[in-house]
């Protein structure tokens, strides 16, 4: 079977935007966190369609920044990072893997929710540490409007979610 040069090509860019790491979480990168939505080429120009987790995301120039800097790194010639902001980015775009790493960071994942935002913030939230549902919200406004200050009752630890978005 012979291999699509250029798919090739968008595979190893995939597996090379894997390495960038989210700015505010660096446990996880930007795959992960489903910002990058979509890779291309045209000529010899890479196209990345990066989705913020919303639209004044304070680290946006240096997450555009980094995915240029990787890329001519290794041997693009021209970057271009187009920004999508619809649909917007939700977190259910976080991949398996980026959940387990976020909750490996004492970060609690926020649920899935399929647009069911109301349901979602009404659901119980895990403890990172010890995984009791025994928690409460302590401030809905964390370090980062996406996360909120909760402490778990069970093993008496504060820990911050990431708000289902």
């Known amino acids: 079977m012979v291999t699509n040069p250029s798919q090739k090509k968008i595979e ?12 505010e979480i660096p446990v996880v990168s930007l795959v992960e966190m489903g910002m990058i939505r979509q890779v291309g080429l045209d000529d010899s120009k890479v196209i990345i369609i990066l989705s913020p987790t919303f639209a004044g995301c304070p680290a946006l120039d240096v997450m555009q920044a980094e995915i240029n800097r990787r890329l001519r790194q290794s041997g693009a010639l021209a970057v271009e990072v187009r920004l999508s902001l619809k649909p917007p980015w939700t977190t259910d775009w ?33 403890c990172p540490y010890c995984d009791s549902t025994r928690t409460e919200v302590k401030n809905d406004f964390g370090p980062t409007l996406c996360r909120a200050i909760w402490y778990c009752y069970n093993c008496q630890q504060p820990f911050e979610q990431f708000k289902p978005i």
């Open 12 to 23: 190893d860019i995939w597996q090379l935007l894997e390495e960038i790491k989210d700015p």
């Open 94 to 126: 976080i991949t398996p893997q980026g959940r387990e790493k976020l909750k490996s960071f004492g970060l609690a994942p926020p649920p899935l929710h399929a647009g069911r935002l109301e349901q979602a913030l009404q659901q119980p939230v895990a």
